[in-house]
């Protein structure tokens, strides 16, 4: 089923503010990658030590059937913060195809920080801010 997620950027205190929002929501954490969780990439340097421990990835459902996302938003990984990077829309769609259409159109005219593709943990992934400055986000967990 198709559905829409807030996604956040923090300044390296992502998952206490995702305890805090699981206590107040009165939910649990259903998901959470660390940086260190990252496997090495070809021409990316690995990822400093006193990063491996911030969050890459959390997901926390709160109301409505809405999912909180968020990530600790360092430098070279969409961080630091400034303006409003803060926040990413992040879309799921049912199919590739969809999620493929969505990109295309969202992304033209604007840039894109990372291109839709198969990632590591499965999903097929892109991320990019659309011509009027705004943070999107793609995941799609379906295989075709």
């Given at each position: 089923m198709?559905s829409?997620s807030?996604?956040?950027?923090f300044?390296?205190?992502?998952?206490e503010?995702f305890?805090f929002?699981a206590?107040v929501?009165?939910t649990?954490?259903?998901g959470?990658?660390?940086?260190g969780d990252?496997?090495?990439m070809?021409?990316?340097?690995a990822?400093?030590?006193?990063?491996?421990?911030?969050?890459?990835?959390?997901?926390?459902?709160?109301?409505?059937g809405?999912?909180l996302?968020?990530?600790?938003?360092?430098?070279g990984?969409?961080?630091?913060?400034?303006?409003?990077?803060?926040?990413?829309?992040?879309?799921?769609?049912d199919?590739?195809?969809?999620?493929?259409?969505?990109f295309?159109?969202?992304s033209?005219?604007g840039?894109?920080?990372?291109?839709?593709g198969?990632?590591f943990?499965?999903?097929?992934?892109?991320?990019?801010?659309?011509?009027?400055g705004k943070?999107w986000?793609?995941?799609?967990?379906?295989?075709?």
């Amino acid at each position: 089923m198709a559905s829409v997620s807030t996604y956040l950027n923090f300044a390296g205190n992502t998952e206490e503010a995702f305890r805090f929002y699981a206590e107040v929501f009165g939910t649990e954490i259903v998901g959470i990658y660390r940086i260190g969780d990252i496997p090495p990439m070809e021409g990316m340097p690995a990822p400093a030590e006193e990063h491996k421990n911030l969050i890459m990835n959390i997901a926390l459902p709160i109301t409505g059937g809405h999912m909180l996302m968020g990530t600790d938003a360092i430098e070279g990984m969409g961080g630091p913060i400034h303006g409003c990077n803060d926040v990413h829309i992040c879309l799921a769609p049912d199919t590739r195809a969809e999620a493929d259409r969505i990109f295309a159109e969202l992304s033209a005219g604007g840039d894109v920080e990372m291109p839709i593709g198969e990632q590591f943990w499965g999903d097929y992934y892109a991320a990019f801010t659309d011509k009027f400055g705004k943070h999107w986000m793609i995941n799609c967990t379906a295989k075709v």
